[in-house]
């Protein structure tokens, strides 16, 4: 996924879940949209470096949107509708191999109890249809280590049941979680912040969902997928 030429600057305050105050280098102090909806620990820190991006669209609210910070050296694209981009792309490319010799990929599809799955794979050598929910992960409280959610999180929980009947049904499900960032070496979810869903995920692994995890390459002009990431679930 790649991005237009960012404009830099320094974090004032993250508030309302959507809104961000910045002061960009170039003198002005904007508010950008923050695509984000969770708590955002450890990447909304106050007077961090951030990068946003300029739209020239009249129509919409904000011109500006909130796209990525910088916490100590790692670069943190903070956009939670970017790993279904990702995951899409990589997916196309054959870069997922446990999720290749798919013939189609749909989005958004209307499945279960007034859900939506958000990866759809269909045909080509599978006889099933592969459900595939994709999870933005950016938390990371200890060194190397990815966790998800950064919050309590009832929809996370609700989709990993959703999952869980696709499996019991005989169709094949996938939670892939995706970490828009590349300092890391495994993954495991957050069970301090939100007991309930570290016990949906072990309860949806032993219901026959699989479990994904990947990191990205990110950069000023593009994040993409780069490799997976050992899952803990102890």
């Known amino acids: 996924m790649l991005f237009p030429p960012l404009l830099r600057g320094r974090l004032i ?18 508010t950008a949209h923050c695509a984000n909806p969770g708590s955002m620990l450890g990447v909304a820190i106050v007077g961090a470096r951030v990068w946003v991006n300029e739209h020239d669209n009249k129509k919409r609210k904000l011109a500006f949107s909130w796209e990525m910070i910088e916490i100590g050296k790692t670069l943190i694209p903070i956009n939670t509708t970017n790993p279904n981009k990702i995951a899409f792309e990589a997916i196309e490319a054959g870069a997922i191999p446990e999720l290749a010799g798919y013939d189609n990929i749909r989005r958004e599809v209307k499945y279960g109890e007034a859900s939506r799955i958000d990866l759809l794979l269909e045909g080509g050598e599978h006889k099933a249809p592969c459900y595939v929910e994709v999870k933005n992960v950016h938390l990371s409280r200890a060194p190397g280590l990815a966790e998800f959610p950064d919050s309590v999180t009832k929809r996370g929980a609700k989709h990993l049941s959703e999952l869980s009947k696709v499996a019991a049904s005989g169709g094949r499900a996938v939670m892939l979680f995706m970490v828009q960032r590349s300092d890391c070496t495994s993954f495991r979810p957050a069970a301090d912040l939100d007991p309930t869903y570290a016990a949906a995920l072990k309860s949806a692994l032993a219901a026959g969902v699989e479990t994904l995890c990947y990191d990205c390459e990110v950069s000023l002009s593009k994040v993409v997928l780069r490799k997976r990431l050992e899952i803990d679930l102890v």
């Open 13 to 30: 305050k993250r508030y309302k879940r959507f809104l961000a105050d910045i002061a960009l280098d170039d003198g002005r102090k904007i």
